[in-house]
């Protein structure tokens, strides 16, 4: 038997997409204020929003069902780059959105989170849609709402707590950008002891390597045109084959 591989969690919104940022130009729309009156340094709740009761959910529904959110958040800066680096490492990348926490638009919300994924070009291996759950036997975790951190942490599990100004009461380890992320996955794993490949720097620069590898997924027949991009690396599985998640 191999040695098992390291797997580490990697939740969505507010840690490789950047949701009170693509949010807050919602709302503002629809409030028909300008953006920098809602402030991005918000709490959990969004009362410096001045949000009443049931505005949450009313706003969230319009910008996933109408302006489809998911398919258009920012990226979080060092994301892509960084789970890249990990995932050439050996570290085995599991994405984990809560985007299902409501009962609407799992089609929506689904579709428009493969399609975001494959845009920004974020490696991964699997990717679980949860509810309430928070736990998907990884050995480690990003995320940064208070209640999965406590939760994880609850059933035994390693938290990273992605810094945001709603989760600045939570202990460590905690880390500020993706690449103390990185750095806290990799020692995490080193200490596990997950065999990790040292990449090779300076040979094969990353942003013209990710274009190379998304191009190689899309293209499975010399003559076919690109019609879009995947961050599926088709040599995790080894298949050349032409990547199921695209829709061309
Ligand atoms: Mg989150």
């Known amino acids: 038997m191999g040695p098992q591989p390291f797997v580490f969690g990697v939740d969505l919104d507010g840690v490789c997409a950047d949701y009170t940022a693509g949010f807050r130009d919602i709302v503002a729309a629809q409030l028909g204020v300008a953006p920098e009156t809602l402030p991005l340094d918000r709490s959990w709740d969004f009362r410096e929003w001045n949000f009443r009761p049931g505005d949450f959910e009313r706003f969230h529904r319009i910008a996933v069902l109408q302006q489809r959110m998911f398919r258009t958040l920012p990226v979080v800066p ?30 929506i919300a ?5 399609a975001w994924l494959d845009t920004h ?24 709402a208070a209640h999965n951190v406590l939760g994880l942490r609850e059933l035994g599990n390693n938290v990273i707590v992605f810094d945001q100004p709603y989760n600045r009461e939570l202990a460590g380890p905690r880390a500020a950008d ?42 499975p027949d010399p003559g076919s ?23 061309g």
């Open 78 to 107: 060092g994301a892509p780059e960084a789970l890249w680096r990990l995932s050439d490492a050996g570290i085995w990348i599991r994405i984990i959105t809560h985007r299902l926490y409501v009962n609407w638009g799992h089609e």
């Open 110 to 114: 689904i579709s428009d989170t493969a």
């Open 121 to 144: 070009r974020l490696p991964y291996r699997d990717i679980c849609f949860l509810g309430a759950k928070p736990e998907v036997e990884a050995d480690m975790y990003v995320d940064d």
């Open 178 to 219: 993706w690449t103390q992320v990185e750095e806290i996955v990799l020692d995490a794993a080193a200490r596990k002891g997950a065999v990790l490949h040292s990449p090779l720097p300076g040979l094969d620069p990353m942003v013209d390597r990710l274009d190379t590898r998304t191009r190689r997924a899309v293209e």
């Open 225 to 247: 045109t690109p019609s879009g991009a995947s961050g599926i690396d088709s040599s995790m599985t080894g298949s050349g084959g032409p990547n199921l998640l695209d829709p």
